[in-house]
């Protein structure tokens, strides 16, 4: 029983390696990190509209998350410190809104925007 707990450890860790190889060899290319940065600016001004016009916190979730899943395209090594940044305030805004304080999810929401705004200026300006 040991030798295959062994052997399943040793086949997953293998699958694993092999796959996180080839998922961090494609490098994006400058047209798909500018679509990633439109989109997330494009999400989180909705999202921010969102609250302004009084959705639920579901549906503000829902936004947050799909930002932040958008962000996650924005691989360049010069922006990846400012994106970080940018999105952990995405983060907060999202647990902001699940405990219901849409005000301050506002809040963290434009932190966010404008983060990614500026991210948005320093790479139109470098690509």
Avoid: C, W
């Avoid at 030798?3 to 490098?27: E, R």
């Avoid at 989109?39 to 302004?52: G, N, R, Y």
């Avoid at 994106?83 to 966010?112: F, H, P």
């Amino acid at each position: 029983m040991k030798a295959l707990k062994k052997i399943a450890v040793s086949l997953f860790v293998t699958i694993s390696l092999a796959s996180a190889s080839t998922a961090f060899a494609k490098n994006p290319t400058d047209e798909e990190v500018k679509t990633a940065i439109d989109d997330t600016v494009a999400k989180v001004e909705e999202s921010i509209a969102a609250i302004e016009n009084g959705a639920d916190n579901e549906a503000v979730m829902s936004l947050i998350n799909d930002a932040r899943q958008m962000q996650k395209n924005i691989s360049n090594n010069a922006l990846d410190l400012k994106r970080n940044k940018a999105s952990s305030k995405l983060k907060a805004a999202r647990i902001e809104a699940r405990n219901s304080d849409m005000k301050a999810s506002e809040q963290q929401l434009k932190e966010a925007l404008a983060g990614f705004q500026e991210i948005k200026e320093i790479y139109a300006k470098t690509h």
